[in-house]
C-alpha cells in the first residue's frame, strides 16, 4: 500500500512538474508572440516615415491602435506615442517648409497686392519664422536620450520591456551630434532666408514712393535703390 501511495505521489509530482513546465512554454510563448507584434508595429511605423510624402493620417491610423497585450504592451505604447510626437512635429515642419506661399514672398504679384505697407507678408514672415523656431527646439528635444527614454519609464519599470524599446529605438537614442546639427542648420537655413526677405520687404516699405510694379518685374526711382535691392537678392542665392 505504501508503495502504491510513493508511486502516485510520484506521478502527481510528475504531472506537476510537466504541467509547469508546460505552463512555462506556454508563457514563453506568448510573450515572444507579443514581442513579434511589437517589432511588427515598430516596422509599419518605419515604412510609412521612410516615405518621403507620408501623410500623418497613415501614421496615427497606426499609432491610434495597440494589438499587443500583456507587459509589451507598454512598449507598443510608448513607442507609438513617441513616434506620433516626433513625426507629427516633422509633418508640421515639412509643410511650413513646402508652403508655396513662401516664394511668393518676394514677387511682383505679393508686391502689388500687400504693398507698399506689407501688413500680411510681414505678419506671414514672423509667424512662420517663429513656427520654425519652436519646431527645431521640439525635433531637438524629442531626439535627446533622456526624453526618449522617458516615454518608456512613464509606462513600465519592468527591465525586459525597457530594454526592448530601447533597442527598436537605438538609431534615435544614438544619433550623433553631427546629425542633430544637421538637422538644425537645415532649418536655421530657411529662418535666415526669411530674415532677408523681412529686411526686403521693410525696404520696399522704407522706400514706398521709390519703386512701381511693371508687369513682372520691380522698377526704381534710382540706380542705388536697384543695387540695394539686388544686393538682398545676391545674399538669397548664396545661403
Known amino acids: ?32 508572440k507579443e514581442k513579434i507584434k511589437v517589432v511588427g508595429e515598430f516596422q509599419k511605423i518605419e515604412g510609412i516615415t521612410n516615405q518621403e510624402n507620408f501623410e ?40 511650413l517648409l513646402q508652403d508655396e506661399k ?51 519609464t512613464n509606462e513600465t519599470t519592468d527591465e525586459a520591456c525597457i530594454a526592448l524599446y530601447k533597442q527598436l529605438l537605438a538609431e534615435d537614442i544614438n544619433m550623433t551630434e553631427a546629425e542633430k546639427n ?11 532666408m526669411l530674415d532677408i526677405e523681412m529686411e526686403v520687404i521693410d525696404f520696399l516699405i522704407a522706400n514706398k514712393g521709390k519703386w512701381q510694379i511693371q508687369g513682372e518685374q520691380v522698377s526704381f526711382a534710382s540706380n542705388s535703390l536697384v543695387q540695394e535691392y539686388n544686393a538682398f537678392l545676391t545674399r538669397l542665392r548664396i545661403l
Open 1 to 32: 500500500m505504501k508503495k502504491e501511495v510513493k508511486i502516485a505521489i510520484g506521478i502527481i509530482i510528475g504531472v506537476i512538474v510537466v504541467a509547469l513546465v508546460l505552463a512555462g512554454g506556454y508563457l514563453f510563448f506568448n510573450e515572444n
Open 56 to 95: 500623418k493620417e497613415q501614421l496615427q491610423e497606426i499609432t491610434n491602435h495597440i494589438v499587443a497585450t500583456g507587459k509589451y504592451a507598454s512598449v507598443e505604447k510608448a513607442g507609438k506615442k513617441y513616434a506620433n510626437d516626433i513625426f507629427s512635429t516633422a509633418y508640421e515642419l515639412k509643410t
Open 102 to 152: 513662401m516664394a511668393q514672398v518676394l514677387t511682383a504679384s505679393n508686391y502689388q497686392e500687400d504693398g507698399p505697407e506689407f501688413v500680411e507678408t510681414k505678419k506671414y514672415l514672423s509667424e512662420t519664422k517663429q513656427k520654425l523656431e519652436d519646431g527645431k527646439a521640439q525635433m531637438l528635444a524629442y531626439v535627446e536620450e533622456d526624453k526618449i527614454n522617458s516615454y518608456i
Open 182 to 192: 544637421e538637422l538644425a542648420s537645415s532649418i536655421d537655413k530657411v529662418v535666415s
